[in-house]
T-cell receptor, first 114, second 120 residues
Framework: QQQVKQSPQSLIVQKGGISIINCAYE??????FPWYQQFPGKGPALLIAIRPDVSEKKEGRFTISFNKSAKQFSLHIMDSQPGDSATYFCAASNDRGGSYIPTFGRGTSLIVHP | DAGVIQSPRHEVTEMGQEVTLRCKPI?????LFWYRQTMMRGLELLIYFNNNVPIDDSGMPEDRFSAKMPNASFSTLKIQPSEPRDSAVYFC??????????????????FGPGTRLTVL
């Protein structure tokens, strides 16, 4: 059972454009939503994360938008650059039961053309 | 810290052979995870340990796969016998998850560079 659904699977954007990746979750117990970025030949690394007490979090050109009622969250990359070309994973987790294990989405391969 | 260390970085083997992947987590981290990444299935959690104890191995595809963590600084993932469908990139990740002094909590995972396994 896929608890975190991510779309699109792949995305091609022109330099300077906005990249948008969407995720939806089912488990209402999730209360922490990180995004990981993976460059070719590397392991994923934490990019940005949000907790449900806010609807938006911005770090530089990266913004997470969170809609608790719709159980959806998205990553926006403003002014996308070729260096942003990578695979992006959304994830969701909670700390209930003393377990701190994120559930990952399937990933989105982003290509930013110069 | 050097981060999570995995070896080998690349492994090419023939079907039926035993494969052992190795991982050294970040010092002090109490969680260790093994993942498999393929184009078809994305990032799959195979097994994870907490304080060297296997907690959940429900993601291990079959009995050919086994994992051990004999101490806090070393873990292995073994495939015996290997099959072509095991070809994938295998990641090890570690985490110092749990409550933080700020009153919040985190489960940030730190991934190694991965081992690209090819089974011919």
């Amino acid at each position: 059972q896929q608890q975190v659904k991510q779309s699109p699977q792949s995305l091609i954007v022109q330099k300077g454009g906005i990249s948008i990746i969407n995720c939806a979750y089912e488990n209402t117990a999730f209360d922490y939503f990180p995004w990981y970025q993976q460059f070719p030949g590397k392991g994923p690394a934490l990019l940005i994360a949000i907790r449900p007490d806010v609807s938006e979090k911005k770090e530089g050109r990266f913004t997470i938008s969170f809609n608790k009622s719709a159980k959806q969250f998205s990553l926006h990359i403003m002014d996308s650059q070729p260096g942003d070309s990578a695979t992006y994973f959304c994830a969701a987790s909670n700390d209930r039961g003393g377990s701190y294990i994120p559930t990952f989405g399937r990933g989105t391969s982003l290509i930013v053309h110069p | 810290d050097a981060g999570v260390i995995q070896s080998p970085r690349h492994e090419v083997t023939e079907m039926g052979q035993e494969v052992t992947l190795r991982c050294k987590p970040i010092s002090g981290h109490d969680y260790l995870f093994w993942y498999r990444q393929t184009m078809m299935r994305g990032l799959e959690l195979l097994i994870y340990f907490n304080n060297n104890v296997p907690i959940d191995d429900s993601g291990m595809p079959e009995d050919r796969f086994s994992a051990k963590m004999p101490n806090a600084s070393f873990s292995t993932l073994k495939i015996q016998p290997s099959e072509p469908r095991d070809s994938a990139v295998y990641f090890c990740a570690s985490s110092l998850a749990g409550p933080q002094t700020s009153g919040s909590w985190t489960d940030t995972q730190y991934f190694g560079p991965g081992t690209r396994l090819t089974v011919l």
